[in-house]
């Protein structure tokens, strides 16, 4: 169960969001924290057709960058 946390979204909720959008597979995904206090989640995602791609989710928002 991902519970929003003070900070924003979980990154269970951000990788539910990118598949959500994409309904691909996902591949990999982690917290990355930036030089600005900010946290990304970067999600890579492999498409039906065998694409690779990589999203950006802002932690605090949920929204893609």
């Not at 309904?23 to 690779?52: F, M, N, P, Q, W």
Request: glycine share 6%.
């Amino acid at each position: 169960n991902a519970q929003k946390n003070n900070d924003g979204i979980s990154l269970d909720q951000a990788i539910a969001k990118a598949r959500k959008s994409n309904k691909d597979k996902v591949l990999s995904a982690e917290t990355i924290h930036k030089e600005d206090g900010r946290k990304i989640y970067r999600i890579k995602i492999l498409t039906k057709d065998g694409r690779v791609k990589r999203t950006r989710i802002d932690a605090r928002t949920g929204k893609k960058l």
